[in-house]
């Protein structure tokens, strides 16, 4: 069922026609944190399609070097919408996420989202809705009675905090951020991550960007502990 839904995706954003705008972004993520037990490498595909106002994304994550689970570990779909409120441009969106963090468990996140890029500052608030699960493999082996197999979490925040030293469609910048959110990912409010990214357009549809990530976890304990990084390189190509 997960395949099939990750294949309906990808069907929706490449099965494009002329007056519609498409695009692809590639890149992989090199890094350690304090469960990782070493250098972690993933690797993740995102597409999108947009028809007007109206955008979809969907994509799918890679572990290629992980102690807990390599091959595919997650997959997403976000739908959006841009509006105009008072002549201040936003973005609505609702999302859903899978994930295997390990061979045995599964983590679902949706929700929704509203999002705003002006000038130099982008900013993003919404909330998630999220599902921890055992595998039907794991609930057999250990004999888990089925209906202590899920754990439901409601009404977590998600939120993004950017500042960018360049307008947007510059032909490169240099930006910092302090979030919760990733691709397919949505840490708990108390463990933000701090973000340094650039950009370089390499030519008009192709942009090659950097991104660094240091995650602090207990924020709001007395003591502030360190609990990972990861380095992120990759392209993103606007087809037409």
């Known amino acids: 069922m997960n395949y099939r839904i990750l294949l309906l995706g990808f069907i929706l954003v490449y099965n494009i026609d002329l007056l519609a705008q498409s695009g692809l972004s590639v890149y992989t993520d090199l890094g350690r944190n304090n469960v990782s037990q070493g250098i972690f ?7 999108y399609y947009k028809v007007g106002k109206v955008k979809m994304e969907t994509g799918f994550q890679i572990n290629l070097k992980d102690s807990k689970k390599n091959g595919i570990s997650g997959y997403g779909i976000i739908l959006s919408r841009k509006l105009i409120i008072k002549g201040i441009p936003f973005e609505l969106k609702g999302f859903f996420v899978r994930t295997t963090p390990s061979a045995i468990l599964c983590e679902t996140n949706w929700g929704p989202l509203l999002k705003l890029r002006h000038n130099h500052f982008g900013i993003e608030v919404g909330t998630n809705f999220r599902t921890y699960s055992i595998n039907d493999q794991a609930i057999s082996e250990y004999k888990v009675d089925k209906n202590a197999s899920k754990v439901h979490e409601v009404y977590n925040l998600m939120y993004s905090f950017s500042y960018y030293l360049k307008p947007t469609d510059e032909s490169w910048n240099v930006g910092l951020s302090v979030t919760n959110i990733d691709h397919f990912i949505i840490n708990q409010e108390t463990n933000p991550v701090f ?19 240091y995650k602090y976890a207990g924020v709001t304990n007395l003591e502030l502990n360190h609990f990972g990084f990861f380095v992120r390189t990759g392209i993103l190509w606007n087809i037409h």
């Not at 490498?41 to 597409?47: E, H």
């Not at 973000?195 to 990530?213: A, E, W």
């Open 41 to 47: 490498i993933k690797s993740a595909t995102i597409g």
């Open 195 to 213: 973000n340094l990214y650039g950009i370089y357009k390499l030519n008009s549809p192709v942009c090659f960007f950097v991104q660094t990530c």
